[in-house]
């Protein structure tokens, strides 16, 4: 089996069951600056763009922008931004070769440059997929934190931004400056309204550094909302491995995913530009938030349940918790009678069935997705996806035991140290934080709970000083350190 590496030159080697871009990749214009190139947008809006491309519409080749780290460019560049999709779906992966990233740019190397490909007349849709703490935002408040080190440093440096939203509005500015129309804004990233919420935090950084700017913005600028779902796990060695297989090419950058996907698009766009990603698949719809509350809560909600819990139980993916009878009695009853009766369906959708779907994805042997990954930033992620339903419940003076457990797994989990002592790597922004409250705190379970409860980044203070809430959390968390997740969980389900 040869080993060339897949790049344009070699794609004639592919094997015949391998799907390759079906179009002339010299011709494609830049019409996407992509923020945040990582597994997830590759696995997902570079495919359904893959697929418009090959229809013939060149105008929507994508430029993919690392806004920290070389690592995918070095990956792609050797490739000519070409990678191999693996779907796997039980004993047989399939590969797909994906050609619509043309180029990708590191953003810490050259801002100027990343500037100049935002302000270029061919980009039309600049998408973002840098996860929640990405946006410098207070995941409580949905507000711009100008506190944040990357916000302070792009007010004061506005022409050589780090953050996201430094790098939107430098490009805006530009355009505006050049009698560009300005680009359409598509936050793909798990956040309630995200594209109001990016809207509001674009708007309040270029309100600082340009009020007419901001106006400008606000007037003429478009910013739909999206829900995105498909699972992709982190990659692995085995990912190489089938790659290489399956193609015959070695790939650098190969991407593994479940076979579902689904993506929402409010239609919203500058002068209606796009790419006509519905003819593939994808929804463009008036109002998102129906299919968003429900992904981000029946999706998203159990997967952080989940996690949780399955870390300290010690479940090392989500395929394992849900095949433990316990966890998945556990989400099953989680999504039954907590979340789906707080969640409003959208049009023609039956919550039950979709819940149902979605353990059958979750319980996909061929996909790994380790309860470790999806436990990581969870101060960013917890408002939307737990306590979102927490409150609408506790509003309605329902019981909240089960969202209570995965709260306060949350908690157990940030300590630091699983249930056998041994210390956990917390990939959290506020990690700092929460290791002196729950060290200052001392060993008392409840004092621990009251003191992680008072942090207002993540728990609304109407909520925290809720009696409900902070019993009930209080006693999930006191039940997990006296008797470890699983025995609680049981508890719990009876």
């Given amino acids: 089996m040869t080993k060339d590496r897949l790049r344009r030159a070699t794609l004639d080697h592919l094997p015949a069951s391998v799907a390759r871009p079906a ?22 809006g570079a495919a359904y763009t893959d697929s418009v491309l090959a229809t013939g519409d060149t105008r929507w080749g994508i430029v993919g922008v690392s806004l920290v780290r070389p690592d995918q460019r070095d990956r792609l560049k050797p490739q000519d931004g070409l990678y191999t999709l693996v779907e796997r779906d039980g004993d047989t992966p399939r590969a ?3 050609g619509s990233v043309l180029d990708v740019l590191v953003a810490p190397e050259s801002p100027a440059a990343v500037i100049d490909r935002l302000a270029h007349p061919d980009t039309h849709v600049v998408s973002l997929t840098i996860t ?14 100008v506190a944040h080190p990357n916000i302070v440093h792009d007010l004061a440096s506005p022409h050589a931004p780090k953050s996201a939203i430094g790098y939107l509005v430098a490009g805006l500015a530009r355009r505006r400056t050049a009698n560009l129309k300005p680009f359409t804004v598509l936050c793909c990233d798990n956040l309630p309204h995200n594209g109001r919420l990016v809207r509001g935090l674009v708007n309040e950084f270029a309100r600082r550094f340009e009020p007419a700017l901001a106006d400008w913005i606000e007037a003429h600028g478009a910013f739909p909302s999206t829900m995105v779902d498909r699972i992709v796990p982190a990659a692995t060695p085995a990912d190489l491995d089938d790659a290489l297989r399956l193609t015959g090419l070695h790939d650098a ?10 993506w929402v698009i409010e239609d919203q766009f500058v002068d209606g530009l796009r790419p006509a990603w519905e003819a593939h698949g994808a929804e463009i719809v008036s109002d998102v938030a129906p299919f968003e509350n429900m992904k981000l809560r029946l999706l998203n909600g159990a997967h952080s349940a989940l996690a949780y819990l399955g870390y300290l139980g010690g479940h090392e993916t989500i395929g394992a918790c849900v095949a433990d009878p316990v966890y998945r009695r556990y989400v099953e009853r989680l999504w039954r009678d907590e979340i789906v009766p707080a969640t409003p369906a959208p049009p023609g959708v039956d919550l039950a069935t979709y819940a149902g779907r979605l353990l059958d994805r979750f319980a996909n042997p061929a996909i790994r997705h380790r309860t470790w990954q999806i436990a990581m930033d969870g ?35 940030v300590g630091g140290r699983d249930e056998h002592g041994a210390p956990i790597d917390v990939r959290d922004p506020l990690a700092g934080q929460f290791a002196k409250i729950i060290a200052d705190a001392g060993p008392d379970p409840s004092r ?28 999930a968390y006191d039940a997990i350190v006296a008797h470890g997740s699983r025995a609680a969980i049981a508890a719990h389900i009876g």
């Fill in 23 to 44: 179009y002339d990749r010299t011709a494609l214009k830049q019409g996407i600056v992509h923020l945040g190139l990582g597994a997830f947008f590759r696995a997902h």
């Fill in 96 to 98: 797909r070769v994906v």
């Fill in 132 to 145: 929640e703490k990405g946006y410098c935002h207070n995941p409580a408040t949905g507000h711009l934190d």
């Fill in 253 to 262: 950058a190969p991407v593994s995913h479940e076979p579902f996907a689904q």
């Fill in 379 to 413: 101060s960013q992620k917890l408002p939307q996806r737990l306590l979102a339903t927490a409150r609408l419940r506790i509003d309605r003076d329902l019981p909240i035991d089960g969202l209570a457990l995965a709260i306060a797994a949350w908690i157990r989990y």
């Fill in 448 to 475: 621990v709970a009251t003191a992680i409860l008072g942090v207002a980044a993540v728990f609304p203070p109407a909520l925290s000083a809720n009696i409900r809430f902070s019993s009930a959390v209080a006693n």
